[in-house]
Nanobody, 126 residues
């Protein structure tokens, strides 16, 4: 079982930046791919970005490509999401999650945890 704690959300004006952090504990962080997800009111949870266990592969949803950057520091058991040029449509609760299987890199939400944390709220004002 992995425990994840997201932080770094807040209220920002359009065009601004935020950096989200996700601290992990409970299992060998460096063996698992990680993903950032978001859920806006009335919408389904979606995968925003993912990173493989060594950080050599990354994925971005089309809506955030070129604006968001996912990274990880395996020594600190932490994954980050740098969000630049934020837009009002980025407003959502952001969650991080670990792949259920070690050394497995998936872009399917069902491959990630069934036990979601509280997330961190990101609100972008126009």
């Amino acid at each position: 079982q992995v425990q994840l704690v997201e932080s770094g959300g807040g209220l920002v004006q359009a065009g601004g930046s935020l950096r989200l952090s996700c601290a992990a504990s409970g299992r060998t962080f460096s063996n698992y791919a990680m993903g950032w997800f978001r859920q806006a009111p009335g919408k389904e949870r979606e995968l925003v970005a993912a990173i493989s266990w060594r950080g050599s592969s990354t994925y971005y949803a089309g809506s955030v490509k070129g604006r968001f950057t996912i990274s990880r520091d395996n020594a600190k058991n932490t994954v980050y999401l740098q969000m630049n040029s934020l837009k009002p449509e980025d407003t959502a609760v952001y969650y991080c999650a670990a792949d259920k299987v070690a050394w497995h890199y998936s872009l399917t939400i069902n491959s990630y945890t069934d036990d979601w944390g509280q997330g961190t709220q990101v609100t972008v004002s126009s």
